[in-house]
């Protein structure tokens, strides 16, 4: 009896230290996680060409003569611009 | 100008106001409270508003606070001149894509249950509310709930705006892209009002000059959520039951009323361009409008465009 518990004993200790190995084997030549410095990209809002309005009427595009400013958010008046963009 | 930031009904208040500072800060208390106590009216979050109550009552008659009443009396006729595309007794289609609690609740959720079981569409039609005008009295058939989402802020709005305008030379009241403008700030002919790109928001694709009057923005990228692995918005087509499936992202209603701006806005995003001569026919073209469509593309009608100017800044 006491002879098993001894080769179960060292059986655990080859086994784990085994797994041990294999485990950092893998960890080592695995792919490594990306930087923060690789990652941190900064996504600048471009602003789109500004389309031409088109008249509806069918899809006959007729203009309606509308002009359209480049787009800003900063006011120019004395108080702030309202914006309305669904809620 | 003064301005005031809060927020309520789920979304951003802002209030603007020219005059004395003493007299605009009692304004927007007074401002402020009534937005508060007509959102507790309005909601279907809350179960002690008046509309909850009325929901309840579904089958039997209801007296009605007055506001409640008129509200529902233009929302009666704005459901004919919509066509039905305007219908606020779609309440049980938008609790079973999801939206059954405060879109800021629904915000902190990464998707919310399919209800398979239920049918779209099966509700009784909106044309079936009776209202009493003498008595204050309004019936729903049973199995009606309704939501006054696309009305009550617009109303909330101008009501605002005009209790603000006891305090003011000028003033705006912007709930969410809906907002009322009284009168017009000192050495200005109109106010510039911005137009949101509706995928990026913080973009502004035009700003208009418009009149005094109302401005109101519906849009299918705002309130937006994930219904099992199903993308939703809160623009109920009433003909399927179902998310509006729209030929434009949003629509931009400039009218002399913020509850009609955000009737039709909402109408006309979901009709599209195939019914928005027909609704703007049968509502007199007392708008103007602006849609933009998925590749922000920005149409309207010619004529009534002309009575809006764009901004010269």
Redesign the interface.
């Known amino acids: 009896m006491k002879i098993i518990k001894t080769a179960l004993h060292y059986w655990f200790a080859i086994v784990s230290l085994f797994s041990f190995l294999a485990g950092w084997g893998m960890l080592a030549h695995s792919l490594k996680p990306i930087q923060p410095s690789q990652t941190t990209t900064v996504n600048t809002?471009s602003?789109?060409a500004?389309?031409?309005?088109?008249?509806?009427?069918?899809?006959s595009g007729?203009?309606?003569?509308?002009?359209?400013?480049a787009?800003?958010?900063q006011?120019?008046?004395?108080?702030?611009?309202?914006?309305?963009?669904?809620? | 100008m003064e301005t005031f930031h809060f927020r309520a009904m789920n979304t951003d208040i802002l209030l603007a106001a020219q005059g004395t500072p003493a007299r605009i800060a009692e304004g927007f208390e007074e401002a402020q409270q009534f937005i508060q106590a007509s959102e507790g009216r309005f909601s279907r979050f809350s179960e002690e508003s008046e509309l909850s109550g009325l929901n309840r009552s579904a089958g039997r008659p209801f007296q009605a606070s007055p506001d409640l009443f008129s509200v529902l009396a233009l929302a009666q006729r704005f459901f004919h001149q919509t066509r039905g595309l305007f219908d606020p007794s779609i309440l049980p289609d938008l609790r079973r894509v999801g939206y059954d609690r405060s879109m800021d609740l629904l915000r902190q959720q990464s998707a919310v249950p399919l209800f398979e079981s239920l049918l779209a569409g099966e509700h009784p039609s909106f044309s079936e509310m009776e209202l009493d005008e003498t008595r204050g009295m309004i019936l729903l058939p049973p199995g009606m709930a309704l939501d006054l989402g696309g009305i009550a802020k617009g109303w909330i709005a101008e009501q605002t705006a005009l209790i603000l305008s006891e305090f003011s030379s000028a003033c705006a009241v912007n709930a969410g892209g809906d907002m009322f403008l009284v009168g017009l700030p000192d050495g200005e002919e109109q106010w510039p009002v911005a137009i949101e790109d509706p995928l990026q928001p913080e973009i502004t694709l035009t700003t208009l000059k418009v009149d005094p009057g109302a401005v109101a923005t519906s849009a299918v990228t705002k309130r937006v959520w994930k219904q099992g692995k199903k993308q939703r918005h809160h623009l109920i087509d009433p003909r399927t039951g179902e998310p509006a499936v729209t030929d434009w992202l949003s629509v931009t209603v400039i009218a002399p009323h913020a509850y009609e701006a955000e009737v039709f806005a909402k109408a006309l995003l979901i009709g599209g361009p195939q019914e928005s001569e027909e609704i703007a026919r049968k509502c007199g073209a007392r708008f103007s409008y602006l849609a933009i469509d998925h590749d922000r593309k920005i149409w309207g009608p010619q004529k009534s465009l002309e009575s809006c100017s764009v901004a010269s800044l």
């Open positions: 809002a602003l789109p500004l389309p031409p309005i088109q008249a509806f009427g069918g899809g007729n203009g309606s003569g509308l002009n359209f400013v787009p800003r958010t006011s120019g008046f004395g108080f702030p611009i309202l914006r309305t963009g669904g809620s």
